[in-house]
């Protein structure tokens, strides 16, 4: 395991900055306004050599503790419990305020080593700040400005003897993202406050990431490396849980943040292997889940469907055939997917979830021999030829499998520009229904020989 470091401060000291300076990547939303980070995000950082890994956090806040900005506070709190180094960050050209030494007097009571950050603290504006950090009783501050980059070799030293370890507690074998055996990249998407939070906190049995009735807490993009153990048995598999911002229509999208939020939502998307979309029970099937999930086919990950606040839904059983029907008329590509009803209050269906999920991952990645697909092939030419329009007969000759996650085939033959689109969803659906990719996103790709003695 690699050294835990926590970054801490008052809302828009540059917290986020400076985390995404660390990881080398703008992973973190940042914007001119404060409270921008709600969640812990996690990242590894690389400082001259050194590595470890970095905590984002809310920024602290001075409210009740039942407030959103109290709650953001308790969560910030609770990191601190087995971090190895915490990064008080101040605003070196506002300098020091009552928050940030009360935030002082907390750290002090703390047995986990801190470093005094004064960010911002680029030309002579941030000297008062500097200085007034001294006050803190945490030791010499370091100047920084995460923005620009500079002074991150007076951090380098400040962090080099608090988490020094050996090379070879600190090496991590690469892991091969073929591998099944691999971690389960299972992203959360959905429309605000369908319960995506709440949904991984019931997962991890506690209260990992923000969650309250105010919709849209969620900003950032958070992953959480968790272990799943089957109670119908079987060793524990490694889970890495994404959760992201609601997604709204795009009209309604009107401010920069939400603009960026939903924006790194779909960039988890990319990153996900198979994608949960969540549906409000007391809601139902809307618009924009289905284009939330055409959007998920396109970027061409394994969906499933989850109906959540099952324990609240009225006529059950309607409801859910009626999800069902809607699903497979507005997704006729994907025409069956996994449909679950699950509760994350009260953890209704969450193991069938990740069984499902797993399974999910495995028909992604699956492989179909050249022989076994031909075979298949032939039979399908066979049940239903290829028209010959004007006469004249389009050749199929085979197809191959080009490509796993998402599975992709190629298909070769003469006049492919002229075979229609009903032909080719019905390879297409043939492939996903008789060779075990259902509910999986497939992809056809023509390609026609070329022709030696024709000229360009």
Known sequence: ???????????????????????????????????VTRDRRFGEAHLLGLEFTIVDTAGWEDEDAASLPGRMRQQTEVSLHGADVALFVIDARAGLTPLDEEIGRWLRASTVPVIVIANKAEGRAGDGGLFEAFSLGLGEPVALSAEHGEGLADLFEALQPLIERDEDERFEPEVDEDDLSGPLKLAIVGRPNAGKSTLINAMLGEDRLLT?????????????????????????????????????????????????????????????????????????????????????IEEGRALIVAINKWDVAEGASGLFNGIRGALDEGLAQ????????????????????????????????????????????????????PPAPGGKRIKLRYI??????????????????????SYRRYLVNGIRRDLGFEAVPVRLTLRSAKNPYKRD
């Open 1 to 35: 395991m690699l050294p835990q470091v926590i970054i801490i401060g008052r809302p828009n000291v540059g917290k986020s900055t400076l985390f995404n300076r660390l990881v080398g990547k703008k992973l973190a939303l940042v914007d001119d306004q404060p409270g």
């Open 212 to 296: 309250g009735p105010e919709a849209g807490i969620t900003r950032d993009s958070i992953a959480v490396d968790w272990q799943w153990t089957d109670p119908k048995g079987g060793d524990p598999r490694p889970v890495r849980l994404i959760d992201t911002a609601g997604m709204r229509k795009k009209a309604q999208v009107v401010e920069k943040l939400e603009k960026m939020a939903v924006a790194d939502a779909r960039h988890a998307v990319d990153f996900a292997e198979v994608v949960v979309l969540l549906l409000d029970a007391t809601r139902g099937l809307e618009h924009q889940d289905l284009k939330i999930a055409s959007m998920v």
């Open 334 to 385: 994907v025409r069956g997917l996994p449909l679950l009803a699950v509760s994350a209050r009260t953890g209704k269906g969450l193991d069938d979830l990740l069984r499902a999920a797993f399974e999910l991952r495995e028909a992604w990645s699956k492989r179909v021999s050249t022989g076994l697909l031909n075979r298949w092939f032939d039979e399908a030419l066979e049940k239903n030829p």
């Open 400 to 421: 191959t499998q080009a490509k796993t996650r998402p599975p992709g085939f190629v298909l070769f033959g003469t006049r492919l520009d002229e075979l229609p689109e």
